[in-house]
T-cell receptor
């Protein structure tokens, strides 16, 4: 069973395009994490949110608790944004994590 | 900027051997985690650790696995008798508090032959 579902699995965009990655979850959560995994494998945390919206530079993350859905938006996409974006749900206790399969983003110049 | 470090970066071992993967979390962090990622698959949660004990563990974290904070800086994952299916990238992460950003180490790539 997949507690966290992401879409799309793969995404190719032209530089400058607005990008949306979606995440749905079926478990009760205390927070939702968005992570970026670089081509070399390293993982960086982008956002952790439990309600509303957060913005950092060109990245925006939103969450709708009632609908159990979160989105990650990238405005004015750039080739350096090419990476795998992973959604992870933290359980109600905050100590267990359920990961999506990731969205592989390629931004073409 | 402080970072989480992991050693070794790569390890090759024979099936049935014990391996210890080491992590040095960020110094003022209190929550520690291990994850694994089998090649081509999603990241999976293994275990969380706080106050010198396991907070939560996944179904993957069976009796072959153990974690320890042997001193004030290291956080280790031991696999007692490795199996072929343990081959994966293992990531350590730490956070200052439960609901704060996790910082990930660069990972240890384990290959079991």
């Amino acid at each position: 069973k997949n507690e966290v579902e992401q879409s799309p699995q793969n995404l190719t965009a032209q530089e400058g395009e607005f990008i949306t990655i979606n995440c749905s979850y079926s478990v009760g959560i205390s927070a939702l994490h968005w992570l970026q995994q670089h081509p070399g494998g390293g993982i960086v945390s982008l956002f952790m949110l439990s309600s509303g919206k957060k913005k950092h530079g060109r990245l925006i993350a939103t969450i709708n608790i009632q609908e159990k859905h979160s989105s990650l938006h990238i405005t004015a996409s750039h080739p350096r944004d090419s990476a795998v974006y992973i959604c992870a749900a933290a359980s109600n206790t905050g100590n267990q994590f359920y990961f999506g399969t990731g969205t592989s983003l390629t931004v073409i110049p | 900027e402080p970072e989480v470090t992991q050693t070794p970066s790569h390890q090759v071992t024979q099936m049935g051997q014990e391996v210890i993967l080491r992590c040095v979390p960020i110094s003022n962090h209190l929550y520690f985690y291990w994850y694994r990622q089998i090649l081509g698959q999603k990241v999976e949660f293994l275990v969380s650790f706080y106050n010198n004990e396991i907070s939560e563990k996944s179904e993957i974290f069976d009796d072959q696995f153990s974690v320890e904070r042997p001193d004030g800086s290291n956080f280790t994952l031991k696999i007692r008798s490795t199996k072929l299916e343990d081959s994966a990238m293992y990531f350590c992460a730490s956070s200052r508090d439960l609901q704060e950003t996790q910082y990930f180490g660069p990972g240890t790539r384990l290959l079991v032959l």
